[in-house]
């Protein structure tokens, strides 16, 4: 079968899509936990805050071990052990009942996050599509990450109306168990050349170590994590504290959305499904134009969107508009940084390689959820993290313009 009859829609991306779409959609929901355990308890808001961080950090640290794993024992092994240690991680925070328990703990659904998320799955959907339909194909793995936003943080808001927080971390914990029904499609080819097979993962590691496009793919992705992680995990808060009231009989009290919080869970989910487009686009257009410009322009209009936004008044109708504005924008850059990984260094060890600049990405995350809490107690409010926020993105758009898009092989042969 030849690259441009190849199918888009494979077995392996459907099962990639489906364990994407049920990790992510529990991921989502940890900001709508924070006021629940933070009141149970009478914590701090930077207790579970420190938490969640604690989460991306070791999400971020497992995820090119994950990577490797994937590469040297197989792929399944890796998303199976991931799912374990993921829902091991939520039954056993149901019964923590101390802050050093529950940020303890969240290693394990952090490395679970590892095994079952980007850096093994868009490896595997990678190596399975064909040259032509590879970038569509990392698009729509990643908005299947944002389908689980869509209905993740919604979930958790409705069954905390019928269940104690303890009870729903069971339930999850059930769903991602359930997820692992979809690892039987997860079959893909190791899809290289032969100077790639023949190279082993310390030589191409080091290579990509001592190349600057790298270490500026690496940097740019911290802010991406900044912005993330601290709007999942404190914009439903922050939208519950600071918004204007819901207009009675207006369209959100029509559709059953009578107060702040429930306002502030439905943003996320409103960010999951404007993302869901932004996504598909972002793959679309990366096998069309240059994946560094399109990766600084989607940065410069993050800064944009949030810079608006905290300067004007919260009201509903801001939240809603900033919510489709970010969530087109959101997980867009997911699919080019890792496409740009796979063309500059190739697909043999793209999981260890993406796995590591997503590191980066966690730094970020852990700093905008920590940072977050951390300020929040002190001053009361998000101002300066949002602003912080704003400059890291500022940044991020800068540093990928003198990226050399162009296979590192064929790139040193022409220098």
């Known amino acids: 079968m030849t690259s441009k009859n190849a199918s888009l829609i494979t077995p392996v991306l459907v099962g990639g899509c489906i364990i994407m779409m049920l990790g992510?959609?529990?991921?989502?929901?940890?900001?709508?936990?924070?006021?629940?355990?933070?009141?149970?308890?009478?914590?701090?808001?930077?207790?579970?805050?420190?938490?969640?961080?604690?989460?991306?950090?070791a999400w971020g640290i497992g995820q090119p071990i994950f990577g490797a794993i994937a590469e040297k024992l197989g792929?399944?092994?890796?998303?199976?052990?991931?799912?374990?240690?993921?829902?091991?991680?939520?039954?056993?925070?149901?019964?923590a009942t101390t802050p050093g328990a529950h940020q303890f703990l969240e290693i394990l659904v952090g490395f679970g996050i590892a095994g079952t998320g980007f850096g093994v799955i868009l490896a595997i959907v990678g190596r399975a599509a064909s040259d032509?339909?590879?970038?569509?194909?990392?698009?729509?793995?990643?908005?299947?990450g944002s389908a689980g936003q869509v209905f993740g943080a919604p979930l958790a808001e409705l069954l905390l109306g019928f269940f104690t927080w303890q009870t729903v971390f069971l339930i999850f914990a059930g769903i991602m168990l359930a997820s692992l029904f979809a690892l039987p499609m997860m079959r893909a080819p190791i899809t290289a050349n032969k100077t790639e097979l023949e190279e082993s993962m310390g030589v191409v590691l080091k290579r990509a170590f001592k190349d600057p496009s790298y270490m500026m793919i690496f940097l740019g992705f911290f802010s991406c994590g900044y912005q993330l992680a601290f709007i999942t995990a404190h914009f439903p808060a922050f939208v519950t504290e600071v918004c204007g009231?819901?207009?009675?009989?207006?369209?959100?009290?029509?559709?059953?959305?009578t107060t702040t919080s429930a306002l502030g869970a439905m943003s996320i989910a409103l960010i999951g499904l404007a993302n869901i487009g932004g996504t598909i686009l972002?793959?679309?257009?990366?096998?069309?134009?240059?994946?560094?410009?399109?990766?600084?322009?989607?940065?410069?209009?993050?800064?944009?969107?949030?810079?608006?936004?905290?300067?004007?008044?919260?009201?509903?109708?801001?939240?809603?508009?900033?919510?489709?504005a970010m969530g087109s924008l959101w997980l867009a850059t997911v699919p080019l940084t890792s496409g740009?990984?796979?063309?500059?260094?190739?697909?043999?060890?793209?999981?260890?390689?993406?796995?590591?600049?997503f590191f980066s990405h966690q730094l970020g995350s852990f700093l905008g959820v920590?940072?977050?809490?951390?300020?929040?107690?002190?001053?009361?409010?998000?101002?300066?993290?949002?602003?912080v926020g704003i400059g890291v993105g500022a940044f991020s758009a800068i540093v990928h313009l003198p990226v050399r898009e162009k296979p590192w092989a064929a790139a040193h042969q022409l220098a």
Not at 245 to 257: S, V
Not at 370 to 387: K, R, S
């Open 132 to 144: 032509e339909n590879r970038s569509m194909a990392l698009g729509i793995a990643t908005a299947a």
């Open 370 to 387: 920590w940072l977050g809490g951390q300020l929040y107690d002190i001053t009361g409010d998000y101002t300066f993290v949002w602003w």
């Open 340 to 357: 740009l990984v796979a063309h500059i260094y190739g697909l043999r060890y793209m999981g260890t390689l993406y796995g590591i600049v």
């Open 75 to 95: 792929d399944r092994k890796a998303i199976i052990a991931g799912a374990l240690l993921y829902a091991a991680g939520l039954v056993l925070s149901s019964f």
């Open 282 to 324: 972002a793959g679309y257009l990366g096998k069309r134009y240059s994946k560094k410009y399109l990766l600084a322009g989607i940065y410069t209009a993050r800064t944009i969107v949030a810079a608006l936004f905290i300067l004007t008044p919260m009201t509903p109708a801001t939240v809603i508009l900033f919510s489709l």
């Open 24 to 57: 992510f959609a529990i991921r989502a929901s940890f900001g709508v936990f924070q006021i629940p355990i933070a009141q149970e308890f009478g914590w701090p808001r930077a207790e579970f805050s420190l938490a969640i961080a604690i989460q991306n950090l």
């Open 245 to 257: 009231p819901i207009a009675p009989g207006g369209f959100l009290a029509g559709m059953g959305i």
